[in-house]
């Protein structure tokens, strides 16, 4: 893995979505690529793009919850060579509901993924990059972890503890000039934000149309953003271009989030 790159992915489609965008956005860049899934025969159509524009791509399974199977992942992940930047992507939506009828299963689940998957994916390759004394870390954390989302407390606080954890990461990491930064989407078009737009029109009582308004009416540009835009955010805090910043917490959200 000459300039390797473990792009996470969990449920919810992700691997459909942002989570294959980043994929073949470090590939074109020159990135070897080690794409995880739960499923492996998921990422099938992944790799097959990459590999179909002369990349290189590993997939492997990994439930990013499981300290054992990210262990795994990463020392798998070997086969390609030294790492040399890691993307956090795996996440769920979990439950859209008012926090008291929120289950601590559900909360738990949640952050399960969406939180301890970062801080083991993160942890699993911190000592490589550390010998090497370079490497960037990237987490897909979200605008929804700086603004509210009615009845979305448990994504709304990992998502906000993600960009805890990278600033502080950042800090812990900088002597062995290792930047740490994350990404936050605002609503990407495709089959995730039209269940998350269902479920917001259901649970507050209004039409489809007017819970997808209350995602693009605040946008300066007026729109959705696309998971390729996401991507592109991700490959530049993961290339030397962006060498100069860590600790930073990235907004691809059309103007929806300026903060």
């Known amino acids: 893995?000459?300039?390797g790159e473990p792009a996470g992915r969990g449920r919810d489609r992700r691997n459909r979505g942002i989570g294959r965008a980043i994929a073949v956005a470090l590939a074109a860049d020159g990135f070897a690529v080690v794409a995880t899934a739960r499923d492996r025969a998921t990422l099938a159509d992944t790799v097959a793009e990459i590999e179909k524009e002369g990349g290189t791509a590993l997939p492997l399974a990994c439930d990013v919850r499981d300290e054992a199977s990210v262990a795994v992942m990463a020392e798998d992940a070997a086969e390609l060579g030294p790492v040399?930047?890691?993307?956090?992507?795996?996440g769920v939506a979990?439950?859209?509901?008012?926090?008291?009828?929120?289950?601590?299963?559900?909360?738990?689940?949640?952050?399960?993924?969406?939180?301890?998957?970062?801080?083991?994916?993160?942890?699993?390759?911190?000592?490589?990059?550390?010998?090497?004394?370079?490497?960037?870390?990237?987490?897909v954390s979200s605008m929804t972890g700086k603004r509210p989302l009615h009845g979305r407390t448990p994504y709304a606080a990992a998502k906000l503890g993600v960009i805890g954890l990278v600033r502080t990461l950042a800090l812990e990491l900088g002597p062995h000039d290792i930047r740490v930064n994350a990404v936050c989407p605002g609503a990407v078009a495709g089959p995730r934000i039209d269940d998350v737009i269902a479920k917001q029109a259901a649970a507050r009582g209004i039409t489809e149309d007017e819970a997808l308004a209350a995602f693009t009416g605040p946008s300066p540009l007026g729109r959705l953003v696309d998971a390729g835009e996401v991507a592109r955010a991700c490959a530049f805090l993961a290339s030397d271009d962006a060498a100069a910043i860590t600790g930073e917490d990235l907004n691809v959200t059309a103007g929806v989030v300026m903060y």
Do not use: Q
Request: with cysteine; proline share 5%; aromatic share 8%.
């Open 1 to 3: 893995m000459s300039r």
């Open 84 to 90: 040399h930047a890691v993307v956090a992507n795996a």
């Open 94 to 139: 979990g439950p859209t509901a008012p926090l008291h009828e929120i289950s601590l299963d559900e909360w738990r689940d949640c952050l399960a993924t969406d939180l301890d998957g970062v801080f083991l994916t993160f942890r699993a390759f911190i000592p490589g990059l550390v010998e090497r004394g370079a490497g960037s870390l990237v987490a």
